[in-house]
């Protein structure tokens, strides 16, 4: 590992001596003893600077941007819930940022005068639906080059995407641009979001510019208006992808791309058992993936994936091309239930490589020596409405009359007693995350911080036996 890794975790180590865990005045209603950082922060409205702990049970109001300076640490104990007022307001996140949320008492940023609406008809015209165009919404968590940790654990992110003033927080990003609900560009610095949600924005979810990170167990609704994708990694990102839910994408729900510059790692990210639903139907530009997509250099393993009435499948880019040789994949179930969708399992005009461990199987309708990189197009009738995966609720299958539903609520997407997609999945590879796991770009296993606080719950995730994101043992995969 290199020297500046090691001086993160040893600076990680040391946070954690450097906190107490002792009983907040207001918590013993939510999960008992809660983790204390610093200083309680006092009053209920948040703008500046600030640093310590944000209190369980609390209500607070952001008000204008909030900064975290580099060796600060700003921890939300569970149960809290921060109303954003002010659509210029951010978190610029150049110290640490930890949100603590849990299954029983989960944390929230949102903006409470934007109510949801969750209906066909608004999913039908998102050009109405305010999670994408409300003037109320705010500009995420901009974690600078210096941030050496992100978490959030059980938390809601919801109705970012506001573009950014004239000045943004980060030299990188751009005025007049939209934001996106987490940016993360350190190289050498941790992101890692589990269990938590996303809800609403106008471009991307999370935009990586570097980093290593661990996203698990999310899901992730109305990401991208007319364009943006939900996990977007570029150059210098190394990770994994897994367990998470995707309904209703603009583009993407996760992508790799080397694009970018400089000496930090290849863009290498795994991407296994995540279900991905009505993805790539509010993108503007045609031809983009509404699931998964490698290109431009970039690699990784991606295994066990379920994508459900997505516009577009599972996309290898071929210019620019992605790192073919190290782009390991199959055992990818796709289902459509229209014409249009079934003909673009394999995308036409990319490289993606039928796999015979796919399901539908693609020798029994694609023609012998199909080359999809050449543009050759297929049909293949028999395959609309077939291999139902058995979602527990989702009354929009069978059906391409709402494909482009862009909500989870009101359905269970969990998979039913003899789903065909149970006991299907491939267990037999190591994920980036995973200790001796392959993590090429770094020249050796990425290590990710095992910590109730400081770092990933333990286990680490592997490989599910059933396909997507929801299995069947209960115990693992997704739990939302």
């Known amino acids: 590992m290199k020297k500046i890794n090691l001086c993160i975790l040893a600076f990680i180590a040391g946070l954690a001596l450097f906190t107490s865990c002792k009983k907040s005045s207001n918590s013993s209603s939510v999960s008992g003893i809660q983790k204390t950082i610093g200083n309680v922060i006092t009053g209920d409205t948040l703008c500046g600077g600030i640093k310590g702990t944000l209190q369980s049970n609390k209500t607070y109001i952001l008000s204008c941007p909030v900064s975290i300076n580099f060796g600060d640490t700003v921890l ?23 949100s603590l949320g849990t299954q029983a008492a989960p944390n929230w940023v949102t903006v409470s005068s934007i109510t949801k609406q969750d209906n066909a008809t608004t999913a039908n015209t998102p050009s109405s639906d305010p999670a994408f165009t409300s003037p109320n919404r705010w500009c995420g968590f901009a974690c ?57 924005t106008t471009d991307d979810a999370v935009r990586f510019a570097g980093g290593r990170i661990y996203f698990v167990r999310n899901t ?4 991208g208006y007319i364009g943006g994708d939900c ?57 983009r993936s509404g699931d998964i997509d490698y290109e431009q250099g970039a690699y990784g393993q991606s295994y066990n994936n379920l994508i459900v009435n997505c516009k577009f499948g599972f996309r290898i880019v071929g210019n620019p091309i992605a790192d073919t040789a190290l782009c390991l994949y199959g055992y990818n179930y796709s289902y459509g239930d229209a014409d249009s969708l079934v003909d673009q399992f394999y995308p036409v005009g990319y490289i993606s490589e039928p796999k015979s461990t796919n399901i539908p199987n693609p020798s029994s309708f694609l023609p012998a020596n199909y080359a999809s990189n050449l543009g050759e197009t297929y049909d293949a009738p028999t395959l609309v409405g077939a291999n139902n995966p058995m979602f527990v609720t989702y009354t929009n299958i ?58 990933a719950t333990s286990p680490l995730v592997t490989p599910g036996v059933d396909i997507g994101c929801y299995q069947s043992n209960g115990t693992t995969g997704n739990q939302h």
């Open 144 to 200: 600078d080059s210096s941030c050496p940790l992100f978490i959030l654990k059980w938390t809601h992110v919801e109705f970012a995407g506001q573009n950014y003033a004239s000045t943004p927080p980060i030299s990188s990003l751009t005025g007049g641009n939209p934001s996106w609900p987490i940016y993360f560009k350190n190289a050498n610095g941790y992101c890692i979001v589990e269990d938590s949600w996303f809800y609403g």
């Open 231 to 287: 996990l977007n990694a570029k150059h210098g990102t190394v990770g994994t992808m897994a367990y998470n839910l995707f309904v209703g994408t603009a583009t993407n729900g996760t992508k790799a791309s080397d694009k970018g510059t400089g000496s930090t790692p290849t863009c290498e990210i795994d991407m296994f058992n995540n279900t991905y639903v009505d993805g790539g139907y509010r993108q503007v530009q045609t031809g």
């Open 76 to 98: 939300m104990q569970s149960g809290v819930t921060i109303n954003v007022v002010n659509p210029n307001a951010y978190f610029l996140v150049q110290g640490v940022f930890i």
């Open 398 to 455: 069978g059906s391409s009359a709402n494909i482009n539903i862009n909500y989870a609520s009101g359905s269970n997407f969990h998979l039913q007693s003899g789903s065909p997609a149970i006991g299907k999945g491939f267990t037999g590879f190591t994920p980036v995350t995973s200790p001796g796991g392959p993590a090429i770009s770094l020249g050796g296993s990425l290590t990710i911080p095992v910590d109730p606080t400081f770092g």
């Open 220 to 223: 992730f609704e109305k990401q």
